[in-house]
Each structure stands twice: as structure tokens, then as C-alpha cells.
């Protein structure tokens, strides 16, 4: 098959890993990580390409490399070319390989911070937060990096730990997911020398590729995916098991 993967950079490092190995011919574009803080400015960004992607008629599916994302992917539109996604609440159940990990570790705290070679390597911040809540509490979605260059490291955490102070989701936590392709190239030592500096526990979870490898390869089975019919669009569901559905 000729495939078209639309995705968020943090994956490009694990995303090239599996298309190296696959047995289809697939087209790669990513999007910035930043634009997952504008859900509304991302869906209308991945609808453009999907419709120039459907447009282009060459392709047999296009592969959404992403979850509900902050509703970024809700309400997005399959038109002559089926989509396919994850059953996934957002990019760290991508990391861990499964839903059912996610839910492991995430269930009675899912918008715990987390990060990944891939995401400590793109863009400003290091670490992933809970968009719907971290975003709209800094006004503007402004990161620890930007205080700390403005107002100096101790004066940046009295006015981080001042605006999250209401925050419910925020704790004072990071994990780090460690998938075993990338583990070499350090990003682990790094998290946990920032996370001691910023006073964080620090955790390390191992990740998995399972769940890019399949959607790569074609293994769309209904437990771990979404297919999107031409016409169709998704929808969130926002339970543990099915996430996303499609409707007409």
C-alpha cells in the first residue's frame, strides 16, 4: 500500500524507525508540537492536509500519528481517502504502546507530566502538560524556558508555582517514557538532572513502539484503532476503552 502518515514531530525519531522496517510505501509530514496548545488552529491545519492528501489520489489510507490531542483531531473529516487513529487520549498512550498501559499509569491521573526523547528534543518545553488546563492558566501558553530567560531560574519558578498554584492537575511530578530505540541517545539523564533542578520527582516508565509499528504497518485492529470512513468523522467518546468513534 501507499500510505500518507500525518503526525506530530515528537514522533519523528520513532515514526522513521518503523517506516524504515515497513514493508509500505509511506509519506511522512509532521506538525509542530506547539500547535497542540491551539486545538482549533491544529484540527483546521490537519484538515487542510488531509484534504490535499485525499485530493492528490494516490494514497490508500491516511494515518493520523496522534490521539484526541486536546480535541485537536475531534471532528475531522475522511473524504475519499479512509483516516486511521490511534484509540488514544493524546501522544503519551503512543509512547507507552497501548491504551491499556495509559490507563495503567494514567487512570487517576491522566494529566500527569510526562515527556520523551522526542518531545525533549522539539520545541521550546521539555516537558508535556495537560493542555486544557496548563495552557490556558499561563495566558498564552508561555513556558518555564520563556520565564526562566525573562525573569531568571528563581524568580521564573515563583511565578510558575504562583500561576499553577489553583491548578488541580498540576503536581510536582514528571515521567519520563523511555522507549528502548531511542535509549541511547541520553534524554533520561537529562530529564532527570531538569527534574531535580526544578525540585520534580522523577520517574522513568519504559515505552513501546507497539502501537506506531501496527498503525505503520497496516495491523488496524478495532481494539487499538479507528477507521474513518469517507464522509465520516471522529468523534471523542472520552471513556477507557474506545476513545474515539466515527460518525456520519
Not at 45 to 69: P, S, T, V
Not at 92 to 112: I, N, V, Y
Request: charged share 25%; hydrophobic share 35%.
Amino acid at each position: 500500500m501507499r500510505l500518507k502518515l500525518i503526525g506530530c514531530e515528537v514522533f519523528t525519531r520513532e515514526v522513521c524507525h518503523c517506516v524504515a522496517r515497513s514493508l509500505h510505501v509511506i509519506d511522512l509530514e509532521f506538525t509542530e508540537k506547539g500547535q497542540h496548545d491551539h486545538p482549533d488552529v491544529l484540527r483546521a491545519h490537519l484538515q487542510e492536509r488531509i484534504n490535499a492528501c485525499a485530493a492528490a489520489e494516490k494514497y490508500q489510507a491516511i494515518l493520523l500519528c496522534l490521539g484526541l490531542c486536546g480535541n485537536a483531531t475531534m471532528d475531522l473529516q475522511a473524504k475519499s481517502v479512509p483516516l486511521v487513529i490511534p484509540r488514544a487520549h493524546d501522544c503519551c498512550t503512543l509512547f507507552l504502546g497501548s491504551k491499556e498501559a495509559f490507563t495503567q499509569h494514567f487512570r487517576h491521573k491522566p494529566s500527569a507530566r510526562f515527556t520523551s526523547t522526542g518531545y525533549m528534543e522539539r520545541g521550546e518545553d521539555s516537558f508535556a502538560h495537560d493542555p486544557g488546563t496548563i495552557s490556558q492558566s499561563m495566558g498564552g501558553g508561555r513556558s518555564y524556558e520563556e520565564y526562566v530567560r525573562e525573569f531568571g531560574e528563581e524568580n521564573a519558578r515563583y511565578i510558575w508555582e504562583t500561576l499553577h498554584a489553583s491548578c488541580q492537575h498540576f503536581d510536582k511530578s514528571i515521567t519520563f517514557i523511555d522507549v528502548p530505540e531511542t535509549s541511547h541517545l541520553g534524554a533520561a539523564q537529562q530529564c532527570e538532572d531538569r527534574a531535580g533542578a526544578e525540585g520534580l520527582a522523577y520517574s522513568v516508565l519504559p515505552g513501546s513502539l507497539s502501537l506506531i509499528e501496527k498503525l505503520i504497518d497496516g495491523d488496524w485492529n478495532a481494539n487499538d484503532f479507528l477507521i474513518v470512513q469517507p464522509g465520516q468523522r471522529i468523534t471523542g467518546l472520552y471513556d477507557w476503552d474506545e476513545i474515539v468513534a466515527a460518525k456520519d
